[in-house]
Every structure is written in C-alpha cells, then in structure tokens.
T-cell receptor, first 112, second 112 residues
Framework: GQQLNQSPQSMFIQEGEDVSMNCTSS?????WLWYKQDPGEGPVLLIA?????ELTSNGRLTAQFGITRKDSFLNISASIPSDVGIYFC????????????FGQGTRLTINP | EAGVAQSPRYKIIEKRQSVAFWCNPI?????LYWYQQILGQGPKLLIQ????????DSQLPKDRFSAERLKGVDSTLKIQPAKLEDSAVYLC??????????FGPGTRLTVT
C-alpha cells in the first residue's frame, strides 16, 4: 500500500519554540489531513487541506498542501505544554481507492 | 455534538479467545470506519461502511475478523480467534463527508 514518510519521528523542544514537521510521498494525494493524538485517546482532526498550494491556519497551527501534491507541512508557533503528543499526517491517495493513509507520526515533547 | 463512542476502553484476553468491540458514530454520519493502530504506528484502515453497506474491507483479515453495521448506525467489530499480533488499539471513526473523519477514543486490546 501507499506510504507517507513523516519527519522528524520525534522532537524535543523548549516551551515557546516554534515547531515544524512534514510529510512526503512518492505519489500524488488529493487531500491532506493533520491529526493530533494524546495518550489513550483517538486522533483529533486539526486541519484539513483540499487544494495544492493551500495554506490554512487553526490558531497557532499552520499547515500547507504542497504544490506538487506529494507533500504537506505543519507548523506550530510558540509551543505550550498542551501541544505535547503525537502528530499524524494523513492523506487520500489519488489512485488509492479513497483510503485514508497515515504517516508514522511525529512525537513532540516540550521541556517547560 | 457528542463524539464517537467506543466500548470497552480496554480488554485483555488470551490467544484463541474471541472479543467484540462496539462503536456508536456521531449522529448523522453515514460513513463509519474501523482502524487498527499498532503501537508506534499510524492507524490502518480495516473496514469502511456507508450506511449499513460495506464499501471497503480489502485490509480486513476475514479469516478471523468480522464487522457489521446493522441499521446503519452502531457497529461491532469481532475477532475470533485472537492472535498475539492482534494486540493493538482499535479505533472507530465516522464522517459526514468522506474526507473529515472523526475518531473515537479507541479500545486497547491486549492478547496474552
């Protein structure tokens, strides 16, 4: 099946720092979603992107749908302790029978 | 609005036993999904329902897994008999539109 390569796998930052993570694929995706998962909970949808080049914000979070339709990135500005968790990118592969494919996740740890 | 409900939250069984999980989607969401999330990985789709019909079950191990969605609302996922490698979190998600899927808290299954 199609895979999404998410990086970095983990991040250790200081509170207040900005965070950037990305997701790439060798194939074209027609929708990108970013989710956050806290321990013991299901993923929570943060941002949905539908068009190449689209830049969307949700509070301190900003995500972009890459022009090539093969990548997406998520930025978090001025991180706070509640940002700790695992961030997943997910996409609908244009040739993939409309299955939502997930990346492996980026684990964010914040030192106060 | 109420989110996706799942039960039980945790289940421990011995291999070769059977187990069932229950999901109640967000009201009005016609599409329901079951995902398997192995520790350290992103969720992987097992089966997708549209109302009470199966849209995609290509990744469901049908020799041991079964799922149904009677009356197009609640759904159950069953494993019989369980194997050690079935230890994972089983996530239910629902969607009004296909793209924005909302997840429940999951059921953590441990097979010993």
């Amino acid at each position: 099946g199609q895979q999404l390569n998410q990086s970095p796998q983990s991040m250790f930052i200081q509170e207040g720092e900005d965070v950037s993570m990305n997701c790439t694929s060798s194939s074209i995706f027609n929708t990108w979603l970013w989710y956050k998962q806290d321990p013991g909970e299901g993923p929570v949808l943060l941002i949905a992107l539908y068009k190449a080049g689209e830049l969307t914000s949700n509070g301190r979070l900003t995500a972009q749908f890459g022009i090539t339709r093969k990548d997406s990135f998520l930025n978090i500005s001025a991180s706070i302790p509640s940002d700790v968790g695992i961030y997943f990118c997910a996409g609908f592969w244009i040739q993939g029978a409309q299955k939502l494919v997930f990346g492996q996740g980026t684990r964010l740890t914040i030192n106060p | 609005e109420a989110g996706v409900a799942q039960s039980p939250r945790y289940k421990i069984i011995e291999k070769r036993q059977s187990v069932a999980f229950w999901c109640n989607p967000i009201s009005g969401h016609a599409t329901l999904y079951w995902y398997q999330q192995i520790l350290g990985q992103g969720p992987k789709l097992l089966i997708q329902f549209q109302n009470n019909g199966v849209v995609d079950d290509s990744q469901l191990p049908k020799d041991r897994f079964s799922a149904e969605r009677l009356k197009g609302v609640d759904s159950t996922l069953k494993i019989q008999p369980a194997k050690l490698e079935d230890s994972a979190v089983y996530l239910c998600a629902s969607a009004r539109s296909h793209y924005e899927q909302y997840f429940g808290p999951g059921t953590r299954l441990t097979v010993t």
